[in-house]
């Protein structure tokens, strides 16, 4: 009986996403398309990189790409997964605030070196930010510390891997110890921020994805 309960239980949010990404196709079709494109640009950009690096550490090393990619599976599965949704919007906020905050600490380089350079770096600057607004499409409601734990588990050890390790995206010279601490910097605050934040959701700006987990 209890089986039973849980079984259709999660039926009918099954039913229930199916029926929701039915009525916002258009809206998923386009953010698919948006972050297949972004994957591909990203992990072609890494290609090098990665051919570079042991097959044991390459889950490590496209962190933009790999974030649009969850995003891009957390829309396509026919289920929602709370510590997976998590996962994705932490990523997401992460890579986007690390990506510009990279380009300002390596200016000399990005932005001042040249006028493509500048020009591309306007372009995925502005990218990244908008992977932070999709943060609000995953971020679950009503986290479990359970989740934090392996949230914050996931993200320094990424962190150890790519500054301590070495593994970190290839960056012109400047300041990689400021960048190593900025990063550990972010990875605690935004896991804390987006944690809280699932808590105190009430209205959420896409309410109609996260009343799924009601």
């Not at 690096?53 to 090393?61: A, D, G, K, L």
């Not at 974030?67 to 957390?74: D, G, V």
């Not at 588990?153 to 995206?169: A, T």
């Not at 990875?187 to 996260?210: C, K, N, V």
Request: with cysteine; net charge positive.
């Amino acid at each position: 009986m209890r089986g039973s309960k849980w079984t259709g239980k999660y039926d009918c949010r099954l039913m229930r996403v199916i029926e929701m990404k039915e009525r916002n196709r258009d809206f998923f079709l386009l953010l698919i398309i948006i972050n297949l494109l972004g994957v591909a640009y990203g992990f072609g950009y890494y290609a090098p990189q990665l051919a570079a690096t042991q097959p044991i550490y390459w889950i490590f090393v496209p962190d933009s790409p790999l974030a649009a990619l969850l995003f891009t599976l957390a829309l396509l599965l026919p289920f929602r997964n709370k510590f997976f949704d998590f996962i994705a919007a932490i990523g997401l906020v992460k890579v986007g605030i690390w990506t510009n905050m990279v380009f300002v600490l390596f200016s000399e380089f990005f932005v001042f070196s040249s006028m493509d350079r500048f020009l591309l770096t306007i372009f995925l600057g502005a990218l990244h930010i908008g992977m932070i607004a999709e943060a609000a499409v995953v971020l679950p409601k009503r986290l479990k510390p359970r989740h934090l734990v392996a949230a914050l588990g996931w993200f320094l050890l990424n962190d150890y891997v790519d500054y301590g390790l070495g593994h970190y995206p290839y960056l012109p010279p400047g300041p990689i110890g400021l960048t190593a601490l900025l990063t550990v910097a972010l990875t605690l605050g935004i896991t804390f921020a987006l944690y809280r934040l699932s808590s105190r959701i009430r209205r959420p700006f896409m309410g109609w994805i996260q009343t799924l987990y009601n």
